[in-house]
């Protein structure tokens, strides 16, 4: 098993930033991407940002030049720095491993942290 803990969380004013972090722990697995998605209640969850070794980097189109993903060599870690960010970033926001096996594709996800962007 993979166990993801995220932070960096919390309430910002319009204009701010914020940085998440993700740390990775547990089952070593062939790690094929990571990433970003978020939440806002009543919604389904959407990507934000991603990783994977086959390219580069992928961003929702709401927070390209705004946002930056990154990751550490071993895959064991993803960054998100948010800039400029809006209310309309408000949500939960959710840190993914997806890793590949035999068996197929698996996700692995982190319990959330919450990102408040006040007006």
């Known amino acids: 098993q993979v166990q993801l803990v995220e932070s960096g969380g919390g309430l910002v004013q319009a204009g701010g930033s914020l940085r998440l972090s993700c740390a990775a722990s547990?089952?070593?697995?062939?790690?094929?991407?990571m990433g970003w998605y978020r939440q806002t209640p009543g919604n389904q969850r959407e990507l934000v940002a991603a990783?994977?070794?086959?390219?580069?980097?992928n961003y929702a189109d709401s927070v390209k030049g705004r946002f930056t993903i990154s990751r550490d060599n071993a895959w064991k870690s993803v960054n998100l720095q948010m800039n400029s960010l809006r209310p309309e970033d408000t949500a939960v926001y959710y840190c993914?491993?997806?890793?590949?096996?035999?068996?197929?594709?698996?996700?692995?996800w982190g319990q959330g942290t919450q990102v408040t962007v006040s007006s």
């Open positions: 993914i491993l997806r890793a590949e096996s035999r068996d197929g594709t698996n996700d692995y």
């Open positions: 990783v994977t070794r086959a390219g580069s980097p």
């Open positions: 547990g089952s070593s697995v062939s790690v094929n991407a």
